[in-house]
């Protein structure tokens, strides 16, 4: 019954906010590390950002470093991922993911995965 459930999503202009988030039931967060990935339509998914699950140390691709934050709130189970200064290439479907590793890095594969919430970002 491990889940992950993402919300937050939706319509904004170039320009505009979004706060995604990212629930996990069935399972404590605090010993994983999460990841937030996208996947625009006839694209592969990409990494967008992950946190790890020691001392919060986070990597954030190049594209959206700068614009997106990704935080964790372990009393919550939950994990965001702030997005601003959106950008028409920001719009895809997000997912956030969790692996059971414990440590300051973030892991290649993750074992739970949530099913994504929309992202539009037009004029």
């Known amino acids: 019954q491990v889940q992950l459930v993402e919300s937050g999503g939706g319509s904004v202009q170039p320009g505009g906010s979004l706060r995604l988030s990212c629930v996990a039931s069935g399972f404590s967060l605090k010993s994983y590390a999460v990841g937030w990935f996208r996947q625009a339509p006839g694209k592969e998914r990409e990494p967008v950002s992950c946190i790890s699950s020691f001392n919060d140390v986070t990597y954030t691709r190049a594209s959206v470093r700068g614009r997106f934050t990704i935080s964790r709130d372990n009393a919550k189970n939950t994990v965001y991922l702030e997005m601003n200064s959106l950008k028409p290439e920001d719009t895809a479907v997000y997912y956030c993911?969790?692996?059971?590793?414990?440590?300051?890095?973030?892991?290649?594969?993750?074992?739970?995965w949530g099913q994504g919430t929309q992202v539009t970002v037009s004029s």
């Open positions: 993911a969790a692996e059971n590793v414990y440590g300051e890095t973030c892991p290649p594969d993750y074992e739970v």
